[in-house]
């Protein structure tokens, strides 16, 4: 098993080594899985459940004190499945995955998102906050209950990039997953382009990437799309170079993402500050 897994394109973190480990970590956990829609998902869990990583517990506050999670996966047959504007939810991935797998449908939002996590087996009322969360979210002074107020806030403190993301492939198949607590500081509800099918996703019969960084930006662009395109014309590493400069050059937005292919070629690219990655087997 081919994986490779990303933690977020954006700023320096405060303790990279750490970091680097519980991706190091993931990504074997990931390799020992049967199918390659296992292995994403097996990436996946531990970084929403480790607060260094802005999904899930320790993630990114909105403008009413609440952490909401998104995420997507897909993969190379067309099987797709979101998730977005859950609270209380930590693996967003886990409820992705029934969205793919127990419905119709390719995105539930809001609450009967969290419905079907319960139905699902996926923990629920979870407090995502941390000390740390908690603290950053009351010394920005946040607004009142006034919707006027929010807009006004969410203009002068909106920010952040970060995401985790896990592509994998076992020689035949390929599966793609992303997840997310959103930016800091969005207004209560915001959703970006985590759980949007070709922006902060996408997977087919060329390959996979998993985008991270602005996601509006993203939405726009469509980057995850973009860079499986590329590999008709570049294998996965100028894939992701040309993807993130057509981007830069589009948009002027920062972002990163991971590309791979069925051979279990990567690629990597970023124009923020940092993106750690993790791959096995290792080069």
Do not use: K
């Not at 506050?61 to 995420?71: E, I, K, N």
């Not at 959703?191 to 602005?214: L, M």
């Amino acid at each position: 098993m081919h994986v490779v897994v990303h933690g977020g394109a954006g700023s320096p973190p405060n303790e990279p080594a750490e970091r680097q480990t519980t991706l190091a970590d993931a990504t074997e956990r990931a390799s020992e899985a049967e199918t390659p829609l296992e292995a994403v998902r097996e990436a996946i869990r531990p970084l929403e459940r480790h607060s260094a990583f802005n999904a899930g517990i320790g993630g990114a506050v909105q403008s009413d004190g609440v952490v909401r999670t998104d995420a997507g996966l897909m993969t190379d047959d067309g099987t797709t499945g979101a998730v977005c504007a859950m609270a209380g939810v930590c693996h967003a991935v886990d409820v992705a995955h029934a969205v793919a797998t127990e419905t119709p449908h390719v995105l539930l939002a809001g609450d009967p998102a969290v419905e079907l996590a319960a139905a699902s087996g996926v923990e629920t009322d979870e407090d995502l906050t941390t000390e740390e969360t908690r603290d950053r979210f009351e010394r920005a002074d946040p607004p009142g209950d006034d919707i006027g107020d929010h807009l006004g806030w969410v203009r002068e403190h909106f920010a952040g990039t970060d995401t985790i993301g896990a592509v994998a492939t076992d020689g035949d198949r390929l599966a793609v997953a992303t997840s997310t607590a959103g930016r800091w500081f969005a207004l209560a509800g915001r959703v970006g382009d985590v759980p949007q099918v070709g922006s902060g996703f996408f997977a087919d019969d060329r390959g996979g990437a998993s985008a991270t960084g602005e996601g509006e930006a993203i939405a726009r662009f469509g980057l995850a799309r973009r860079a499986v395109e590329l590999l008709e014309t570049f294998g996965p590493r100028q894939a992701a170079e040309e993807a993130i400069a057509e981007f830069e050059d589009s948009t002027g937005g920062r972002a990163g993402l991971v590309v791979l292919d069925h051979a279990g070629h990567v690629g990597s690219e970023y124009n923020t500050d940092s993106m750690q990655t993790a791959r096995t087997p290792r080069e």
